[in-house]
């Protein structure tokens, strides 16, 4: 049960990551760069959720 929880945050996540990572991307050209550290942070984040997958 904890580790189908675990699964469905993970999936959760990454959806809302990746629907709104092309979103960022294009709003980076129109805002400061502290924006642009977001995006990074953001970017990472997504690295190590996919690089850690298989532990689900």
């Known amino acids: 049960m904890v580790n ?3 699964q469905t945050l993970y999936l959760f ?3 809302s ?3 709104n990572l092309f979103q960022y991307r ?3 050209t129109h805002q400061n ?3 642009g ?5 953001i ?6 959720i996919s690089s850690q997958s298989y532990f689900l």
Do not use: K
């Open 4 to 6: 189908y929880l675990r």
């Open 13 to 15: 996540f990454l959806g």
């Open 17 to 19: 990551l990746r629907s």
């Open 26 to 28: 294009w709003n980076i």
């Open 33 to 35: 760069t502290i924006q």
């Open 37 to 41: 550290g977001y995006i990074l942070i």
């Open 43 to 48: 970017e990472q984040a997504q690295t190590l």
